[in-house]
């Protein structure tokens, strides 16, 4: 069974023990600052016995690793993107989906949902919005300033 250990300059890595004529001997699988599927990937494919990837990673959290999140990201932005430009996904998924989110408790701005649309838009289209704003901001009229009475000087008391 593969094992992590911490490194002193604060990477980790995923071992294994093998056996040799000198005596039982660590292999390195895969070195990482944050534990994520290509690495969890990379140490499956190095490895000589079994390997269980949920024990593997679950043993990189417990030492300290952190869960690198990009690769996740990525496909959540790609997902919003896909369903921005009007595709769907099958139903079974869809609602696989809707019911494993359901589970997360974080808290939603209210200003999420409006901006949610303009994660999957490309460059030309927020810069074409942004176009689009700047015009309509050239057209709204000039702020005008108040001729007449200014407000009183307030005077101090200890004077």
């Not at 959290?61 to 990525?74: I, M």
């Not at 005008?144 to 307030?154: E, Q, S």
Request: charged share 30%; glycine share 4%.
């Amino acid at each position: 069974m593969a094992f992590v250990v911490t490194r002193r300059d604060g990477r980790f890595e995923i071992r294994e023990s093998v056996s040799t004529p000198q005596g039982p001997r660590a292999r390195t699988l895969a070195t990482f600052r944050a534990v994520n599927d290509t690495v969890l990937l990379q140490a499956e494919r190095r490895a000589e016995r079994p390997f269980d990837r949920r024990k593997v990673e679950a043993k990189a959290l417990a030492v300290g690793a952190s869960r690198d999140t990009r690769e996740t990201v990525r496909l959540a932005h790609s997902l919003l993107e896909d369903l921005h430009l009007g595709r769907s996904l099958p139903p079974l998924l869809a609602a696989a989906l809707a019911h494993r989110l359901a589970d997360t408790h974080t808290p939603m701005p209210d200003s999420l949902p409006p901006l949610a649309d303009w994660i999957g838009s490309t460059p030309q289209e927020r810069g074409e919005a942004l176009r689009d704003l700047l015009r309509l901001t050239d057209r709204l009229p000039a702020a005008r300033r108040r001729r007449g009475k200014a407000f009183p000087r307030l005077a101090s008391s200890l004077a």
